[in-house]
């Protein structure tokens, strides 16, 4: 458990980190042209690599406590771009940011170590047709939809990749889990993710569409992992571990509209989030 939660975390520090890097590449060289420059490239990078520490996260923890932890990486965000970026930290930052780091440890506690398994008769399937109403619904949305809607399809976008990515991991191997159908569906939501919750950035206050992607993707994983793929909560930690998640995720709420979170994302427009699913592909 313990390297799996290391990975978790490195992953969410990771995913930070590249937000404020991709941020100040973009003030440095506006639009399109934030892609070339060696920052923003090495961000992208780094993504790739945080993406991959998900997926082993993913292996053995359960989906719930993963995507928390992910989700915290607003923490990072936030705390990086006052020096960074010269943001304003207001007092309830610092104390959300406190709070996340407290429920996250509850959370972390009441989970243990457990293996992904082998999903129920009728998951892959089930996940390829729900991708397929995602990607039609997002299609249809993408011209016409408002800011929360996009931000709720980016939301479900990421909570499905990561779904579909701890399904994956229950095959076997790397090689093993690249050819199963379910690696479809992790690239597939990952790239609707990814779309809808740019497109939700554009059309809206970021910190309301970065509120509704992160509740989003924090609860619809954790409610299907403990339904459909077998995650439990420790033997009496049923209800610490659900209020901390509730805890969490306000605090993320607070951090998403914090100054310091809407000046990392106002700075990149063009350069995009990879890390939120990222943002995160798996979750």
Do not use: K, N
């Not at 490239?41 to 991959?52: I, T």
């Not at 954790?222 to 901390?244: E, I, K, N």
């Amino acid at each position: 458990m313990t390297a799996a939660l290391l990975a978790a975390v490195a992953a969410a520090v990771g995913y930070g980190v590249s937000t404020v890097m991709e941020a100040v590449g973009a003030r440095r060289s506006p639009g399109a042209g934030a892609l070339r420059r060696p920052l923003v490239l090495a961000a992208l990078l780094l993504d790739g690599v945080a993406w991959l520490l998900s997926l082993l996260a993913l292996d053995r923890l359960p989906l719930f406590v993963v995507q928390a932890v992910l989700a915290s990486s607003v923490v990072v965000t936030v705390v990086l771009a006052r020096p960074v970026l010269g943001a304003r930290l207001r007092r309830r930052d610092v104390l959300a940011v406190a709070v996340v780091v407290v429920a996250l440890v509850v959370v972390a506690g009441g989970s243990g170590d457990q293996p992904a398994v082998t999903p129920p008769r009728g998951f892959t399937t089930g996940m390829l047709v729900a991708t397929g109403a995602l990607v039609l619904v997002s299609v249809a949305a993408y011209a016409r939809g408002g800011a929360l809607l996009l931000a709720l399809l980016g939301g479900l976008g990421y909570s499905g990749a990561a779904i579909a990515a701890r399904g994956a991991h229950a095959s076997g191997d790397l090689l093993a889990t690249v050819r199963q159908p379910l690696a479809v569906v992790v690239v597939v939501c990952g790239a609707v993710g990814v779309v809808a919750y740019l497109r939700a950035l554009e059309r809206g206050p970021v910190g309301g569409a970065a509120a509704v992607e992160s509740v989003v993707e924090v609860l619809v994983p954790g409610v299907v992992g403990v339904a459909v793929l077998g995650d439990t909560v420790r033997h009496g930690w049923a209800v610490p571990v659900v209020l901390a998640l509730v805890v969490a995720v306000a605090a993320c709420v607070v951090l998403a509209g914090s100054p310091a979170g809407v000046a990392a994302e106002d700075a990149e427009p063009d350069a995009g989030r990879v890390d939120g699913p990222a943002r995160r592909a798996p979750g």
